[in-house]
């Protein structure tokens, strides 16, 4: 996953990674519209003490709050998969979810216009198709709730040129593309990353190691705004007297959060790479698979085994074949230790598609129904917009704007 989709990156992960293949599209359907009549929930402001969060919604007997996202940009791949998506599955059940398409990270780098619709619906008919649970979780578009680009705006202001210019990742980027090439949006989404992160007050983030320093870069501007108009200095403007936002920690697999390349086991798995060979997409045909896999960079060394340093792809691919198979580091390596490359291809390809084939077949039996997945995603911005809303009229408040009339 690129390095903008933070949210591309997670949890505990099942040991059963096949979504609910048994769920009808008619009972999704006939979930979402009893849900459709249930009260909202009120995200009003209440009165907390100076150490907490000043919006309402979080309380001692509510679930902590994660948030996370994938870009449409390109196919989702495994390694979005395996490193993000398969763990929202656990998450759901543990946690208050909103998973949501990043949209306005994806126009960073140079796209093609008429294709960001259309993957943007792909994107999120696959989050459903792995298994993500509407009734647990908001599912919706980045860019329908537009507190986003407001608190992004907002949180610029406030932050510091010569901490932008020290990410690594618009470093590498923009050396690539020159600096002609190089949009101001690629300097400046770190910000936008954090105001997806903040502006729901998140508990948790589930990040890859990679992703490590953009949240470093949300808490300390957190941390930022709460001392710079928080506290007693928003008391003073009418608001409550704890922070604007809650200080987010990092949320980190332990295993599976980088899936390699297919070609460089050095290299992360990534839609922009050049070559299709270095990734398996989520909706590739199994003699696609098959191909894929029989031609990824292998070694001579004989046997197979993780954590040799000399063999990073050895140590993918067999993460890989754990991952999808559900069994553990230790009955992998006993299977595989004698096997040729051979041998191991042959069974990885199968262990790929048996996975794989049952989102597909979720997946093709989601979009064949637009209007379904226009009714998730809707009903997902609107329960977002609550709670982005709260936080975003506080933050206004807390800066001293004119506060707008209701009408």
Known sequence: MSSRSLLSRFLVLSSAASPRASRSLNSRRIGLALRSYAPLRCKCTTSVSESEVSDGTSTPNTKKRVVSGVQP???VHLGNYLGAIKNWISLQDSYETLFFIVDLHAITLPYEAPDLAKSTRSTAALYLACGVDTSKASVFVQSHVRAHVELMWLLSSATPLGWLNRMIQFKEKSRKAGDENVGVALLTYPVLMASDILLYQSDLVPVGEDQKQHLELTRELAERINYLYGGRKWKKLGGRKGSIFKVPEALIPPTGARVMSLTDGLSKMS???????????LLDPKDVIANKIKRCKTDSFPGLEFDNP??????????????????????VALECQNMSWGSFK??????????????????QEITSDPGYLDSVLSEGAKKASEIADTTLNNVYQAMGFLQRQKT
Do not use: M
């Not at 839609?271 to 997409?281: E, F, G, M, Q």
């Not at 390809?349 to 077949?361: C, E, S, W």
């Open 310 to 331: 000399e063999r990073p792809e050895c140590s993918n691919l067999l993460s890989i074949y754990q991952l999808v198979t559900g069994k553990t580091k230790e009955e």
């Open 271 to 281: 839609k922009s790479a050049p070559s299709d060979l270095s990734r398996i997409n």
């Open 73 to 75: 940009t390109g196919s």
């Open 346 to 363: 042959l069974i990885l390809t199968d262990a790929l598609v048996d996975h794989l084939h049952p989102i597909q077949v979720q997946y």
